[in-house]
């Protein structure tokens, strides 16, 4: 497998997801396909792996600590973008409305006019 720019130990871990792949595939289509086994589950495979991430994901909120280090996740993603974009936006609306005042661009050179 040195032609493909994989060692033998790398090859042998691919391989083994594969075969852990196929056979889990196959333990899933030999239970979806069972008429008698999921009758009382309203047809579908219960899966405790994806059971057990549906409750987390449910539950995230309601666990949910303030730290410190979430305070300053949701300071620096949140709020100083915020007031950086309004400072900005503020400044070259000021800036326009200053050339507009003094004369720097004319009326038919404005993008916003009422002619």
Do not use: W
């Not at 497998?1 to 333990?27: L, N, P, V, W």
């Not at 993603?77 to 070259?92: A, D, R, W």
């Not at 326009?96 to 916003?112: L, T, W």
Request: with cysteine.
């Amino acid at each position: 497998m040195a032609d493909y720019g994989f060692s033998d130990i790398e090859c042998k871990i691919i391989t083994e997801q594969i075969k852990r792949r196929k056979a889990m595939r196959e333990e899933f289509l030999k239970q979806r396909t069972n008429p008698y086994k999921h009758a009382s589950e309203a047809g579908y495979v219960f899966d405790g792996g994806i059971q057990r991430f549906m409750s987390l994901k449910c539950c995230q909120f309601d666990n949910f600590q303030a730290t410190s280090r979430s305070a300053m996740m949701g300071l620096f993603m949140v709020v100083i973008p915020m007031f950086l974009y309004g400072t900005l936006v503020y400044n070259e609306r000021a800036q326009f409305e200053r050339d507009c005042r003094c004369g720097k661009i004319k009326y038919r050179d404005r993008i916003n006019k009422f002619a």
